[in-house]
């Protein structure tokens, strides 16, 4: 039994390396054989799986890009609030200074109108001055006008008593000339 045993185990042994050997041969060759296609499977997997992350990263990408974008369009839209509520309030302070600036060219339109019209009452109170001046200088110049007539008048007179005086003046040196003739004639031709 023990031979019988020991060619067992020898037989085991001896299969074992059989098998081993012809199972090693054949998982050689089978894996030489089936490298090329595990290569390929293995490439394939790859692909897949590179495929199946590009895939997820694409939908990752595109998921931030839709957050993105509907943040952007959120702080879109917020800015377009902000915009339009500034534009409201820059209108409003617009209008509200337009109508301070008309208020103040009503306000200066009235004052420039009644310094205008208190300019026009001045001006017309010193024509009227200027007026009654004329007037004076008119009544001034007939005056010289009736004195000049009367200074005609006066030198017409004194022209007359000029030629009076001079007449009287020939008169009496005419006289006296008579008399110095007579008065020397009698001396030189006493009365006998």
């Known amino acids: 039994m023990n031979e019988t045993a020991l060619s067992r185990e020898e037989i085991e042994q001896l299969v074992a ?4 050997s012809k199972i090693h041969a054949a998982i050689e060759e089978f894996i030489k054989r089936n490298d090329q296609r595990a290569k390929e499977l293995s490439l394939i997997e790859r692909i897949v799986r590179v495929e199946e992350e590009l895939r997820a990263l694409r939908e990752i990408e595109i998921a931030r890009f839709e957050a993105a974008e509907k943040r952007f369009e959120s702080l879109q839209r917020e800015m377009n609030v902000k915009f339009e509520s500034l534009q409201r309030e820059m209108n409003a302070r617009f ?19 009644a ?37 005609e008048a006066m030198d017409k007179r004194f022209e007359a008593m000029e030629k009076r005086l001079t007449f009287i003046q020939w008169f009496i040196g005419i006289g006296f000339s008579l008399l110095t003739l007579i008065v020397a004639l009698y001396r030189v031709y006493p009365a006998r």
């Open 17 to 20: 390396n059989i098998v081993h």
């Open 95 to 113: 209008e509200t200074m337009n109508n301070r600036f008309e208020a103040l060219q009503k306000e200066m339109n009235a004052r420039f109108e």
């Open 115 to 151: 310094l205008q019209k208190e300019m026009n009452a001045r001006f017309e109170a010193v024509d009227k001055r200027f007026e009654a001046m004329d007037k004076r200088f008119e009544a001034v110049e007939k005056r010289f006008e009736a004195m000049d007539k009367r200074f």
